[in-house]
């Protein structure tokens, strides 16, 4: 069994900061890319940004300059620091994490966490 748990999202205004955290959990050999995953109501998840095991990182061309992915390999966490937060950034962020274990190679996901971004 893998669980990832988020943490970190709630409310905060225009021009904001909010870092979350994404932990994973139980039988785990390795992860290999990591990564954070957004919903907004109405529209289909997203990518948001991954990182590979080495810590090289990607984004999704809206949130570059303002969010910043990383993770702590010996602490199985992730994190993603996002500044100067807009309105369109709100949704459910996910993480997601392609994790080994002695049964199977596969993508896990969190349950998500709330980000809203509002005056």
């Known amino acids: 069994q893998v669980q990832l748990v988020e943490s970190g999202g709630g409310l905060v205004q225009p021009g904001g900061s909010l870092r979350l955290s994404c932990t994973a959990s139980?039988?785990?050999?390795?992860?290999?890319?990591m990564g954070w995953y957004r919903q907004a109501p109405g529209k289909q998840r997203e990518l948001v940004a991954r990182i590979t095991s080495g810590g090289s990182p990607n984004y999704t061309d809206s949130v570059k300059g303002r969010f910043t992915i990383s993770r702590d390999n010996g602490k199985n966490t992730m994190y993603l620091q996002m500044n100067s937060l807009k309105p369109e950034d709100t949704a459910v962020y996910y993480c997601n994490a392609d994790v080994r274990t002695l049964s199977r190679f596969g993508p896990y996901w969190g349950q998500g966490t709330q980000v809203t971004v509002s005056s």
């Open positions: 139980g039988s785990i050999i390795s992860i290999n890319d």
